[in-house]
């Protein structure tokens, strides 16, 4: 069993910054594979970006390519979202993944936080 727990969200203004964190406990994480996603109200869960525990390589959805940044603490056993320029399509609740394994950009992950909403206004 994994345990993630986010924090970090909030309301901000287009153009601001935010950054999410996610604490993961419980087994192993050598071979797993960690992913934030995000779900606007009625709109399906879409992929954010992701990141392998022990290799730290990283992919990223298109539209926020080159904007958020995804990395880990493998010490502290976190995960951050870095989120700079924020638009208001951004807006959303986002939620931390685990699965082990590869990465997948579906939302086909094992384990999830508890979500968190980001509002960007304009």
């Known amino acids: 069993q994994v345990q993630l727990v986010q924090s970090g969200g909030g309301l901000v203004q287009a153009g601001d910054s935010l950054r999410l964190s996610c604490a993961a406990s419980?087994?192993?994480?050598?071979?797993?594979?960690m992913g934030w996603f995000r779900q606007a109200p009625g709109k399906e869960r879409e992929f954010v970006a992701a990141i392998t525990w022990s290799g730290g390589s990283t992919y990223y959805a298109d539209s926020v390519k080159g904007r958020f940044t995804i990395s880990r603490d493998k010490d502290k056993n976190m995960v951050f979202l870095q989120m700079n320029s924020l638009k208001p399509e951004d807006t959303a609740v986002y939620y931390c993944?685990?699965?082990?394994?590869?990465?997948?950009?579906?939302?086909?992950?094992?384990?999830w936080g508890q979500g968190t909403q980001v509002t960007v206004s304009s």
């Open positions: 419980g087994r192993t994480f050598s071979r797993i594979a």
């Open positions: 993944a685990a699965r082990f394994g590869i990465i997948l950009t579906s939302p086909t992950y094992d384990y």
